[in-house]
């Protein structure tokens, strides 16, 4: 079975500060993991994968994510937030074994203050 | 050039009606998905056909049917509304599972009243 939990519902920054959006996951087998960006009225939009590749993997926008097996953990962050990046961000997995079904996070909203 | 597309954008209808949601991809991808986002932005998957074929069917009640005519459409329809079927849903497509990108569409909003 397989889940995902994001820390934080909501999270506010300011303008030009660090970005950093918690996601773990939990899987029996290695996963695929991915983050999802939704602006508001709109579908989702991939920022980033997690495909076994590499570790440290960066996405569109100026978002990176790390993973670490150890922690279970595949965290977003950006170092310099803008206005543009308030959104909902979803954190997904999907099992390796070329499974179909994707499991979603609950999401985080972000909030950029000027 | 539209990837994924959903019609109608927004659905406002009685309980008890019968509704039915389109979807189409232009992609050439072999899976399409139908996912509900409820008020509180939680998104779960419910249907997803790959080349045609549905290979998940989560726990939905049986009012919603989905139908692919050919890959590049998944329909979604709805019988006997009800007010808890109000939500946000989704299309998506991809090549295949695994790793492969889920690209959404816009979404319908629901409003059963």
């Known amino acids: 079975a397989q889940s995902v939990t994001q820390l934080g519902s909501h999270v506010s920054v300011s303008e030009g500060a660090l970005v950093l959006l918690r996601c773990n996951y939990s899987s029996s087998v290695p996963p695929y993991l991915f983050w999802y960006v939704q602006y508001p009225n709109q579908g989702l939009q991939l920022l980033l994968k997690y495909t076994s590749a590499a570790t440290l993997v960066k996405g569109i926008n100026g978002f990176e994510a790390e993973f670490k097996k150890s922690e279970t953990s595949f965290h977003l962050t950006k170092p310099s937030a803008h206005m543009s990046d308030a959104a909902e961000y979803f954190c997904?997995?999907?099992?390796?074994?070329?499974?179909?079904?994707?499991?979603f996070g609950a999401g985080t909203r972000l909030f950029v203050k000027a | 050039d539209t990837a994924v597309s959903q019609t109608p954008k927004y659905l406002v209808t009685q309980m008890g009606n019968d509704k039915s949601i389109k979807c189409e991809q232009n992609?050439?991808?072999?899976?399409m998905y139908w996912y509900k986002q409820d008020s509180k932005k939680f998104l779960k998957i419910m249907f997803s056909?790959?080349?045609?074929?549905?290979?998940i069917n989560e726990t939905v009640p049986n009012r919603f049917s989905p139908k692919s005519p050919d890959k590049a459409h998944l329909n979604l329809h709805i019988n006997s509304l009800e007010l808890g079927d109000s939500a946000v849903y989704f299309c998506?497509?991809?090549?295949?599972?695994?790793?492969?990108?889920?690209?959404f569409g816009p979404g319908t909003r629901l409003t059963v009243l």
């Open positions: 056909y790959n080349n045609k074929e549905l290979i």
């Open positions: 998506a497509s991809s090549q295949a599972g695994g790793q492969d990108t889920q690209y």
């Open positions: 992609l050439g991808h072999d899976t």
């Open positions: 997904a997995v999907r099992s390796n074994t070329g499974g179909f079904k994707t499991i």
